[in-house]
């Protein structure tokens, strides 16, 4: 069983930055595709960032690319999210994500859902 746990989350000012990471204890993550979705109150969860087994990456929506960089270390069993210059509109409750592939990731076909972190960006 995989068993997503995030971290990193917290309160952060406008401009800032934050690094989220996503582990699994347990079973090895490097068959999934990994991604990171969040969820804005009142708005339905979105896909931010993806990663396939081996690194290939992918960016959604126009909004975060080249401010959120995904990168995964498969011998720490780990998925990052670095997120820079960081907008109040950014704040959300941010999901790791595990998928067979980055398509499933986008078209949020998920096979495993971590609890999620907080991000609050103040003005």
């Known amino acids: 069983q995989v068993q997503l746990v995030e971290s990193g989350g917290g309160l952060v000012q406008a401009w800032g930055s934050l690094l989220l990471s996503c582990a699994d204890s347990?079973?090895?993550?490097?068959?999934?595709?990994l991604g990171w979705f969040r969820q804005a109150p009142g708005k339905e969860r979105e896909f931010v960032a993806g990663?396939?087994?081996?690194?290939?990456?992918?960016y959604s929506p126009d909004s975060v690319e080249g401010r959120f960089i995904v990168s995964r270390d498969n011998a720490k069993n780990t998925v990052f999210l670095q997120m820079t210059w960081l907008k109040p509109e950014d704040t959300g409750i941010y999901y790791c994500?595990?998928?067979?592939?980055?398509?499933?990731?986008?078209?949020?076909?998920?096979?495993?859902w971590g609890q999620g972190t907080q991000v609050t960006v103040s003005s």
């Open positions: 347990g079973r090895t993550l490097s068959n999934y595709s």
């Open positions: 990663a396939s087994w081996n690194g290939e990456t992918t």
């Open positions: 994500a595990a998928a067979p592939h980055v398509r499933s990731l986008r078209s949020g076909r998920i096979d495993y």
